[in-house]
């Protein structure tokens, strides 16, 4: 007798854990879809994987829509479901994906927000480095932009993964991937003079080596971060609307206006896909439209 629903879904969720060693926020996330998507099978007296088919799978896209969920969340929620299967067939558990082949909602390309050059400038002079949390804060967004990191990668960056001798820092991405990212010298500058000036006053003994810290001294949260962003992009009189990830986004979409290759912005933004990179080649390719037409002498 083949197990239930309920007890597939947490051989799934052992399965997430144990063999492919996902991150507790994937195991969260594919638990959540696989568990709302079996509440909704047991309102249908559904108790067996062999019992969906096709149809009760559309269904439940409709379902998820009439929630209120964006294409592109329904999108996540099914390619979480199509990996549960998979799992299943994997494991003789199904016969058959009741996902495969059907149409999704189409998802609109947002493409990121990003800050001019100028902008960038102007958010980095407006900061006041005339106490330590000023120092952290200019060498914060310094490093930021100048690394493309993660809100996760710089919460956690460490003293020792700062490789100021050749220009290098050690970030541990996403699924523990450690990669090398070059680092600008202007960041350089004040990382160190931070370091020099402005951390001794924040740390303490448990502090842990982590370059940005609070006032408490421990080191700074999402939230800290995102906060900092807001208040010196405001001083700076920008009134778009900027988060932290602002400065990834302007990180990798500088660099191609540049002329960066995209693989190598790939290598720096740690993207496991070159195609998520490629969502920055059509912010450039705004900014190259727009160039051609203000200096085109055929308007």
């Known amino acids: 007798m083949k197990p239930n629903l309920q007890i597939l879904e947490q051989m799934f969720k052992n ?41 009760i799978a559309s269904g439940y896209i409709r379902y998820l829509l009439q929630l209120g969920l964006s294409p592109r969340s329904v999108a996540r929620n099914i390619s979480s479901l199509r990996t549960f299967w998979s799992f299943l067939i994997t494991n003789n558990y199904a016969q058959k994906d009741p996902f495969e082949g059907l149409e999704l909602p189409k998802t609109a390309k947002n493409l990121p927000d990003v800050l001019s050059v100028e902008e960038v400038e102007r958010m980095l002079e407006a900061v006041r ?3 330590p ?7 914060l967004l310094e490093f930021m ?26 970030f541990i991405g996403k699924g523990d ?38 006032n408490r001294g421990g080191k700074l949260s999402r939230m800290g971060i995102w906060k900092i962003v807001r208040r010196w992009t405001e001083h700076a009189g920008i009134k778009k609307p900027v988060h932290p990830h602002t400065l990834r986004h302007s990180f990798a979409t500088h660099l191609l206006e540049g002329g960066a290759d995209i693989r190598a912005v790939q290598q720096m933004l740690g993207h496991e896909s070159i195609a998520t990179t490629q969502i920055y080649t059509n912010v450039s390719k705004e900014w190259i439209y727009e160039i051609y037409h203000k200096y085109h002498p055929r308007k």
């Open 177 to 214: 991937k450690e990669r090398l990212v070059p680092i600008a010298e202007s960041a350089i500058y004040w990382v160190q003079r931070y370091l020099r000036d402005g951390r001794p006053a924040l740390a303490k003994p448990s502090s842990g080596g982590y370059i940005f810290l609070n």
């Open 133 to 139: 949390l000023g120092l952290r804060d200019r060498a």
């Open 15 to 55: 399965y997430l854990v144990s063999e492919l060693t996902s991150s507790p926020n994937t195991v969260d996330a594919y638990s959540r879809d696989v568990h709302r998507f079996n509440t909704f099978l047991e309102g249908k007296g559904i108790n067996s994987p062999d019992e969906v088919t096709p149809g």
């Open 129 to 131: 480095i005339d106490s």
């Open 145 to 170: 932009y100048a690394t493309g990191a993660r809100v996760s990668e710089v919460i956690n960056v460490k003293i020792s993964d700062l490789h100021t001798d050749v220009g290098f820092v050690r």
